[in-house]
């Protein structure tokens, strides 16, 4: 039997994509033969984009797309590994469309938009062969699709934070409520949107700082209710001091301008998703034992 060496398992990487125990594996059973070994891991995981798949996909971007009417649109986050790919020109054209493809086709999930027929193939076919051109994994996270009655509004900030909006009023206050809540990133337009979950944690947190003041029982229920009244005013739309002028809240502004907003989406990029952070020395000596 051959010793499998840590050189030889960064090497084989390198070739590979693959993740470091399964190149030791192959290593193992091909007995230390490099040929033999890039071989299994073809056959074991596919094709470079089924290789890439494992991998995390942190960064990306957030398209938006509009109908001329301003009755439909939709906004998608679809992620890649690193911030370089999320500039390449492939992958910007590819969330685009998407976002685009989104608002006409209306799909009813991920799963369905990536069985859609596209360019010359599927939409998943399309996303495969983009991985195999550029070497990293990317995936259609999520996206939010929006038909109304009234107006739609967006705004992009930087491609990684993406808000659409659906209003009422002239598109300047559109434009201003999109800009407004991708600044603030609120949490629902007013406290009936917020998660009560979230609430009861900022209570949680109010009784126990409460506690320890040493106040009366009567005191410390107005502490806590003032936390959670001041916590609700900061996350929703409508109590937010606006941002073009501080000294009149949304709601103020949206009552001086005769325009409503009936629902909003919001998507930063990556946001929730766990960034995999490796010591690749390190991750080589555990992988060889060494």
């Keep these: 039997m051959a010793a499998i060496t840590a050189a030889m398992v960064k090497e084989l990487r390198e070739k590979t994509d693959a993740p470091m125990m399964e190149c030791k594996k192959a290593l193992t059973e091909a007995d230390g033969d490099m040929a ?3 071989e299994i891991l073809r056959v074991k995981l596919g094709s ?13 971007l957030v398209g938006l797309y509009i ?9 998608v986050e679809i992620n890649c590994e690193t911030d370089f790919v999320a ?17 006409k086709q209306n799909p009813a999930d991920v799963e369905a938009l990536s069985a859609l027929p596209y360019a010359e193939g599927t939409v998943e076919s399309t996303r495969s062969a983009l991985i ?17 009655e009234n107006l739609l509004a967006s705004y992009v900030h930087g491609g990684r934070i993406g808000v659409l909006v659906e209003f009422s009023g002239d598109q300047e ?17 007013d406290a009936n949107g917020v998660p009560a979950e979230e609430i009861e944690r900022e209570r949680s947190v109010a009784e ?30 409508l109590t937010q001091p606006f941002v073009k002028n501080d000294k009149q809240t ?19 990029v990556g946001e929730g998703i766990e960034k995999q952070v490796s010591d690749f020395a390190a991750e080589v000596a555990a992988a060889t034992g060494n």
């Design 132 to 148: 195999g051109k550029i070497g990293e994994n990317m995936s259609i996270r999520r996206f939010q699709r929006i038909e109304t």
């Design 87 to 103: 500039k390449n020109d492939d992958f910007i054209n590819f969330v685009n469309q998407m976002a685009e493809l989104i608002a």
């Design 36 to 38: 033999r070994a890039e």
């Design 173 to 189: 206050v559109g434009k201003d409520l999109a800009m407004h809540i991708a600044a603030t990133k609120p949490k629902a337009i």
């Design 250 to 268: 949304v709601e103020q502004m949206l009552k001086e301008k005769k325009a409503s907003i009936s629902s909003f989406a919001m998507f930063v």
């Design 67 to 75: 109908a001329e009417d301003s009755k439909t649109g939709a906004v």
């Design 48 to 60: 470079k984009a089924s290789k890439a798949a494992s991998r995390v996909t942190a960064e990306g």
């Design 208 to 237: 126990q700082k409460a506690s320890e003041s040493g106040k009366p029982a009567d005191i410390v229920t107005k502490m806590v209710d003032g936390s959670v009244a001041k916590f609700l005013k900061e996350v929703t739309l």
